[in-house]
T-cell receptor, first 115, second 110 residues
């Protein structure tokens, strides 16, 4: 399809395990964002890529969270030593313009459950 | 940190009714946006507002960027069943961070 694609759609893991979540943005979109959404809340910013570089990672909660976008397209969010508090829906969004309009196209999200 | 206060938290309405929801902030925003999220989906942009005082429509939806730049409202006229979902306001701050409200859940009474 032509939209933002995220995999897996659901991931259940045990506390302490390592998790990778993948995002395939809309073709041609240079800006890519990761957000985290808890039940009953709006999305919470994690990290923003412009091309291959992380232009703003100020939202990453701690050093267990890391994200890469090596070729400026697909991005992977990596969570080490998962904790129960990491359970949430992780949303990826992309945009055709550099940061500044707020007009984002979101994927369906990856629901992470840490037992 | 910055917060957006979005109200009401939820609304039960009859089909055909008009709906109004709003968002206020303690900080000034340069852009206000309204998104809608349905279960199992990511948010979808409805309306973007770039100028204080701006009033913009998208079909049955109308949104306004408050003159103080600290608030915005969204109106939906003649609601229909497919309007159900969660409506989020979001403000773009001076660091180009999108700050989100907690959402207004719209439920249509059967």
């Amino acid at each position: 399809g032509a939209g933002v694609s995220q995999t897996p759609s659901n991931k259940v893991t045990e506390k302490g395990k390592y998790v990778e979540l993948r995002c395939d943005p809309i073709s041609g979109h240079t800006a890519l964002y990761w957000y985290r959404q808890s039940l009953g809340q709006g999305p919470e910013f994690l990290i923003y890529f412009q091309g291959t570089g992380a232009a703003d990672d100020s939202g990453l909660p701690n050093d267990r969270f890391f994200a890469v976008r090596p070729e400026g397209s697909v991005s992977t969010l990596k969570i080490q030593r998962t904790e129960r508090g990491d359970s949430a829906v992780y949303l990826c969004a992309s945009s055709y313009s550099v940061r500044g309009t707020g007009e984002l196209f979101f994927g369906e999200g990856s629901r992470l459950t840490v037992l | 940190g910055q917060q957006l206060n979005q109200s009401p938290q939820s609304m039960f309405i009859q089909e055909g009714e008009d709906v109004s929801m709003n968002c206020t902030s303690s900080s000034i925003f340069n852009t206000w946006l309204w998104y809608k999220q349905e279960p199992g989906e990511g948010p979808v942009l409805l309306i973007a507002l770039y100028k204080a005082g701006e009033l913009t429509s998208n079909g049955r939806l109308t949104a306004q960027f408050g003159i103080t730049r600290k608030d915005s409202f969204l109106n939906i006229s003649a609601s229909i069943p497919s309007d159900v979902g969660i409506y989020f306001c979001a403000g773009l701050d001076s660091n180009y961070q999108l700050i989100w409200g907690a959402g207004t859940k719209l439920i249509i009474k059967p």
